[in-house]
């Protein structure tokens, strides 16, 4: 009679055990799936070439484009995924869901456009700094500042435009600590947050997206910090 | 006829386009900023720059854009097919690719789906030319109908002066029944010229039209179907045993029926959030179109994937396009142009102007500016001596450099203002704060002398101060303030009393998107210290939990 009765409790224990066990081997399965890839982001402000130079690393060629509404995601170098990032105001949000989805961001590419720095000063700085108050979160310790279309006739070589973002971005600091908080204390101490985001490397190269030329310098930078 | 056709991806590369030219490069970006990244989430899909119509429809599965554009008229009778056709036969031709994300080549488009291109536009094109022809002969055909009704409303004419010239014979007696004359009734009859003529084959395509005729095997004709709307998502439906498995994990596309129940829910929980009834409507309509057709990822229901799109929008709705950085504006003006800032303050009675104004030079003055208030609420009794007080204690709090520049009740605000510019130049003030009389936005006097308010001297910024606790009138509030401004646009709102509201912070969404106008600062108290910006996220989030 025991015998019997634990010979039936064991019966019907197994069933939800069994079904347990299918459960999570599905569920683990698909968590592989969504195992964390390494990945390149391509971020920067509007017109600044980070399509095209998507384009030129992952299909080797130039192609024409327009300004990207989604993000481009594809294997670049057969393990790496390279992301590109739209770069109008209005597009933010996809930054924010691809740095919490489910990859292993190694590097960050910040493109600007050489030619038309003198004008968008303020704007590439605001870019930037963002883009630092993130890798602060997400722990990226430096960044490629790629100086695209240096092929153009008012482009800045890369030296001057280092030294005009770097003096904004000291701006953008000293007036950030003066802005008003939001209705939601975020608990941000400038002073400790400051030199934190002033560690953060920046590396400035410039290159031609379009043209294909100099690229070899920034495929070396993201490759050498794989 | 057509000078562009263009298929791009969402993500900006062009798969292929039929010409190459700057104008048409222009366009494209147009068509690509004006419908989906421009502060209006337009519904519409034609555009217009220089002389060119754009038009376009989008794959939103697929991540595809097809565009078209023309200058020539005519060829807008057959663009909205042609991208109907088009879509239709790339979707069809690489099917595979697309359902791995992966994108056909240049050379494979034009090797394979350039010909079908070309096939479908000729063909199309010689439809509109055959059509253009019959409706030239048409014309034709009606002007030859035209002149014989002249003649019978000549005869009318005539009848009517018949009277008149036998005036001088005698009166002809005027007849008061409904019964016509002889003259009269033949000059009424219309049906003259009934021809028996046969109709000629030009006027019988322009009745029939394209025929969608097939013929079975056994040589019946039956009727085809209707051309499918590419958009549709072609999932089959699942039998009703696992319906509703398939309701709760996913995996699917949306269709209508799914989608309608749990907008409804969410419109009305965001109603309740005092959102106005008409926003919260284009927001389900707008969700609604994004989402349809889309792809469900396993795991994920119906309501979170509605959820995360309302955020989604939301979001985007709120978050301004251009940076409001007041600091850096301020400091920039100081450093090219010699001249005062000028912030002024606009908004209907009560709203909390003379106290946010109070709280905004609280704020400048902890960075060091030199303040002048300027009293150009003339009307109010009891203004300029509530700016005198906060005035004095800002004072006491903060050191003089803040000043009220007054001229007492009564005066036309427009001289205030300007006499105030011209004594803060004087004595080199670096912000002038203004504050303005509240008044009714339906008040027509009133809006008027608001106009020629901020035309009298150049404002930097006009803010629009209102309450949070306010509720459908919000809407109209900020259209007819927007509107009185013509001449230039709303910089922004402030928005007073949020703490009075706790959740139901929804006036916010509902000002922004009828304006488009960015909310630039939120009061959170009746204390000088009460003033933040504002966080998106938490705005959202307030509205969707």
């Known amino acids: 009679m025991l015998e019997n009765w634990s010979a039936i409790v064991i019966a019907l224990a197994t069933i939800p055990l069994a079904a347990l066990i299918i459960f999570s081997l599905f569920f683990v399965s698909k968590k592989t799936i969504q195992r964390k890839a390494p990945a390149i982001f391509l971020v920067g402000p509007s017109e600044s070439g980070k399509t095209t130079l998507f384009c030129q690393l992952v299909y080797e060629k130039g192609v024409s484009t327009v300004p990207s509404i989604e993000p481009n995601e594809a294997l670049w170098k057969e393990d790496i995924v390279l992301v590109d990032l739209p770069g109008h105001a209005r597009t933010k949000h996809w930054t924010e869901k691809k740095l919490n ?22 704007e590439v700085g605001l870019a930037l700094f963002d883009l630092l108050l993130k890798c602060r979160k997400h722990k990226i310790s430096k960044v490629l500042v790629a100086c695209n279309k240096f092929d153009l006739f008012t482009a800045q070589p890369a030296k001057q435009i280092e030294t005009a973002v770097k003096k904004e971005l000291n701006n953008i600091f000293e007036e950030k600590e003066s802005q008003l908080d939001s209705i939601v204390t975020q608990d941000v101490d400038w002073d400790e947050l400051r030199p934190q985001l ?4 920046l590396e400035f190269l410039s290159g031609s997206a379009l043209k294909g030329t100099n690229m070899n310098q920034w495929i070396e930078w993201m490759e050498s910090s794989l | 006829m057509l000078d562009l056709f263009a298929i791009i991806t969402k993500g900006g590369i062009v798969l292929w386009k039929t010409s190459d030219s700057a104008a048409c490069q222009k366009c494209l970006q ?34 595809i854009v097809f565009a078209v554009a023309f200058q020539d008229a005519k060829a807008e009778a057959f663009t909205q097919s042609l991208l109907n056709s088009m879509h239709n036969i790339f979707i069809n031709l690489y099917q595979e690719q697309l359902k791995n994300k992966d994108f056909p080549s240049e050379d494979d488009i034009i090797r394979n789906f350039v010909p079908l291109y070309n096939a479908k536009l000729s063909q199309l094109s010689k ?10 002969e048409v014309n034709r055909q009606e002007k030859n109908k035209a002149l014989p009704r002249q003649q019978p409303r000549q005869k009318m004419h005539t009848s009517k002066q018949a009277p008149s010239t036998s005036k001088k014979g005698k009166k002809e007696l005027r007849r008061w029944d409904d019964q016509l004359t002889n003259e009269e009734e033949e000059a009424l009859n219309y049906s003259g010229n009934v021809s028996n003529e046969v109709p000629s084959s030009s006027q019988l395509s322009n009745v029939v039209g394209d025929t969608n005729f097939q013929k079975t095997k056994k040589g019946e004709v039956v009727i085809g179907d209707l051309e499918t709307d590419p958009n549709q998502n072609s999932a089959t439906t699942s039998s009703s045993a696992f319906s509703f498995f398939s309701g709760l994990i996913g995996g699917k596309y949306l269709k209508e029926e799914d989608l309608d129940p749990v907008l409804k829910k969410v419109q009305e929980h965001i109603v309740q959030k005092n959102v106005a009834n008409s926003i919260s409507l284009e927001l389900c309509k707008s969700v609604k179109k994004s989402l349809i057709g889309k792809k469900v990822s396993s795991f994920e229901s119906v309501k979170q994937t509605v959820n995360d799109a309302f955020r989604e929008t939301l979001t985007q709705i709120l978050t301004p396009s251009t940076s409001l950085d007041l600091l850096h504006s301020i400091r920039a003006v100081q450093k090219n142009e010699d001249r005062p800032y000028t912030i002024s303050l606009i908004g209907v009675n009560g709203v909390g102007k003379s106290t946010t104004l109070a709280k905004l030079a609280y704020w400048l003055l902890s960075n060091n500016f030199r303040i002048l208030v300027a009293a150009c609420d003339t009307f109010r009794s009891g203004a300029i001596e509530q700016l005198g007080v906060h005035v004095k204690n800002l004072q006491s709090l903060k050191g003089s450099s803040i000043e009220l520049f007054a001229q007492g009740y009564g005066k036309d605000s427009s001289f205030v203002v300007k006499n105030a510019v011209d004594y803060a130049k004087k004595n080199s003030f670096d912000v002038i704060l203004i504050d303005t009389a509240g008044r009714r936005h339906n008040d027509q006097r009133l809006m008027g002398s608001l106009e020629k308010f901020t035309k009298a001297t150049k404002l930097d910024k006009i803010f629009q101060v209102a309450e949070a606790l306010v509720g459908t009138d919000s809407l109209a509030q900020a259209k007819h303030f927007q509107a009185s401004l013509y001449h ?27 304006v488009r106008v960015p909310i630039v600062f939120v009061g959170v108290g009746q204390m000088y210290s009460d003033l933040r910006t504002l966080s998106v996220d938490w705005v959202v989030d307030q509205l969707i939990k």
């Open chain 2, 30 to 63: 147009v068509l690509f900023y004006e419908a989906f990244l421009s502060e209006r989430k337009n519904m519409e899909t034609t555009f217009h720059q220089d002389r060119f119509t754009i038009q376009f429809q989008e794959s939103i599965q697929n991540g």
């Open chain 1, 101 to 122: 989805e489910s990859y292993d961001v190694r590097q960050i590419v910040f493109v600007l456009n050489s030619a038309t720095l003198d004008r968008d000063l303020h």
């Open chain 1, 198 to 201: 002033e560690d953060i490397q």
């Open chain 2, 488 to 514: 230039r646009p709303l910089d922004g709102f402030i928005i007073s009393k949020v703490d009075t509201v706790g959740k139901m912070v929804g006036v916010m969404v509902g000002m922004v998107y009828s």
């Open chain 2, 127 to 136: 439809v509109s030319d055959k059509e253009n022809l019959t409706s030239n």
